[in-house]
């Protein structure tokens, strides 16, 4: 079983930036086996939507809306990956999550980033 830690949300200004942590634990063995992970995120009243995945070699997807913006990245360890947010807008106000997926998913807690105007 792999244990997801999110951290460092937080509240921020439009054009600020801030940068998620999600640390996995557990095995070794369960660790080098995630085949993918990612950030999700979810505001009030909305659904629960990817943000960008990177897969176990370092291929990348994102969310156009945050194309350009964000870049997630696995740590040297392969045990965490981050995700780098610049030019934060009030629309990216949401619960951030990380899952990570074995041959199935586990999900975070969350971590709150609000972005006033």
């Known amino acids: 079983q792999v244990q997801l830690v999110e951290s460092g949300g937080g509240l921020v200004q439009a054009g600020g930036s801030l940068r998620l942590s999600c640390a996995a634990s557990?095995?070794?063995?369960?660790?080098?086996?995630?085949?993918?992970m990612g950030w999700y995120r979810q505001a009030p009243g909305k659904q629960r939507e990817l943000v960008a995945g990177i897969t176990s070699t370092d291929s990348t997807n994102y969310a156009d809306s945050v194309k350009g913006r964000f870049t997630i990245a696995r740590g040297s360890a392969k045990n965490t990956v981050y995700l780098q947010m610049n030019s934060l807008r009030p629309e990216d106000t949401a619960v951030y999550y990380c899952?990570?997926?074995?041959?199935?998913?586990?999900w975070g807690q969350g971590t709150q980033v609000t972005v006033s105007s």
């Open positions: 557990g095995s070794i063995m369960s660790i080098l086996s995630i085949k993918s």
């Open positions: 899952r990570a997926t074995i041959s199935g998913s586990y």
